[in-house]
């Protein structure tokens, strides 16, 4: 019985002793096993913590399944519940810890995305404050009133007067070796003509991007391309044309009436002839003011000649206003393009159930104009750059004339008719202010609505727009009769005539032409 009783002993102990080898070995089995998916799962979460932790939850369960499924006696199934609950709860700390240090890893790298944002957005704000103060500048600069744009004008004139062109930029090094020491250095107001000339296709450049998908609000055209007088849509929305300040019909709609193609090759006949005539009524005013000064009326020899040249500019203003107004067709052509006419329209009226006629005036603006001309419109910053511009292209053509004429040339033109009236004999101030009237302020307006009022539209109606603007600028040149002023002249008519007709206001180059003309005067009495 002892040997049988020990014999079932022995025997229960070892197969408690068995099974409990065999949970053991199946429990270090399945830890290594967790510990190589919860590595997998570690890795994973580094790269996708959201996939890594879907496989901690399935792992989880994975593990409490087999520790439930053990065939254990229940005292090993207590430690071996307990070993794998504490194992668990330590793994699960574990990867409590390292899903907080990839938590760690990812708070370092979203502040980088959010400064990189945050420093996107600061600079496109800066940008966007730039570009309204850009906007609010350039919209005050382009709404000034005539007396503010008169005011800043006449400030830039005194600073290109008295600082740009009597300063220059001296090269460290002769730009072309020559022995009459040309290409040292370069004037100021020169350069100001390039920034002025480079600032008109920039604004451009920035109008067209910002009016890309509505070009009727770019405000400034493009300077060498064609000007047409029907400016429809499909123009509009080219960048390659602009609009003519003047429209003229080539044929009237009432075939009776004189076309306005013949009219102005009439008118162009007659201002010719009367030119000449004019040079009879300049003899004629300096006989009766030598008959005055035989009468005693004091007078000096340079009073004397600016009242003559005066009374004949005087007179040839009169007689081409006349032709131009009497002549040429349609009508009106002074005005530009703003008179209003009252025009009176019947309309049939009932009154007491009877039927009766009534007269209505009404306001009409003229339909045809021969050039435009605006007082009260933003002419300030083209009169500027067209006159900063109109000072570099003299410059150049200045020195083209001198490599183009002869030394003799220069020195068997003498003095002219327009030196004498700024340096007048015994330094007579009151005779070259007399003598500055009409140079300064008469001529300016009548030239530029003959040549570029009248003479460039009437020139368009034969040909293309270029081959009327070189026209026209050699006209204006031989009517100053000025051998060493022939190419310089033909260069600023030919320059006036673009800014008229990109400006679209003879108002601008009318002071433009004003300032050129001052600008000698302005000098002598300065002494610059």
Partial sequence: MRIK????????????????????????????????FTASAFSTNTLNPSRGLNMRRNMDQHCHYHSLSLPMSSKAGKINGNISSSHLQASRSNDDLNSNDSKKKFSLKLPSFRRRDRDRNRNSTSSSTAEKKIESFLYKANNLSPRIQLITLIGFYIMHLTVLTQHSIIFPFQLIPN????????????LAGMLSFASIHLLRKRQLKKYRYNPAKV???????????????????????????????????????????????ASMFLLVTAYFMTGRVAQWVELNLYALAGMGVPMSIAMHRSL????????????????????????????????????????????????????????????????????????????????????????IADFINQLVLPAHVF??????????????????????????????????????????GFLLPALCLHMKFWAAVFVSGIVFSVHHV???????????????????????????????????????FLGSWLGL
């Avoid at 209505?360 to 435009?372: D, F, L, M, P, S």
Wanted: charged letters at 10%; hydrophobic letters at 45%.
């Fill in 5 to 36: 009783g020990g014999s079932c002993l022995a025997s229960i102990i070892s197969y408690c002793n068995f099974s409990c080898i065999i949970s053991l070995t199946l429990l270090i089995l399945l830890l290594l096993t967790r510990n190589e």
């Fill in 179 to 190: 022995n009459q020491g040309r290409f040292q250095s370069i004037g100021l107001d020169s």
């Fill in 219 to 265: 405000t400034i055209p493009p300077l060498l391309t064609n000007v047409h007088q029907k400016y429809n849509q499909a123009l509009m929305a080219s960048t390659s044309h602009s609009k003519a300040p003047w429209n003229i019909p080539s044929f009237l709609s009432n075939p009776d009436k004189p076309s306005a193609k013949i009219t102005s090759m």
């Fill in 308 to 395: 003559v040249v005066l009374g004949g500019h005087l007179a040839w203003v009169a007689i081409g206003s006349a032709i131009l107004g009497i002549v040429l067709r349609p009508q009106p052509f002074f005005g530009g393009g703003n008179m209003v006419f009252e025009k009176e329209t019947g309309v049939v009226m009932g009154l007491g159930g009877g039927v009766g006629k009534a007269s209505i005036k009404k306001k009409v603006k003229q339909t045809y104009k021969w050039y435009t001309n605006q007082w009260k419109a933003n002419w300030l910053w083209w009169s500027i750059g067209g006159y900063f511009i109109s000072s570099w292209f003299f410059n």
């Fill in 411 to 452: 020195e068997m033109a003498g003095e002219g008719v327009v030196s004498q009236l700024i340096n007048p004999e015994n330094n007579d101030l009151a005779a070259s202010i007399m003598g500055y009237i009409a140079p300064c302020l008469s001529a300016p307006w009548w030239e530029e609505i003959l040549y570029r």
């Fill in 482 to 520: 000025s051998v060493t002023g022939a190419i310089p002249l033909a260069i600023l008519g030919w320059t006036w005539a673009t800014i008229y007709a990109k400006s679209n206001n003879l108002f601008v180059t009318i002071m433009i032409h004003a300032m050129w003309n001052s600008r000698v």
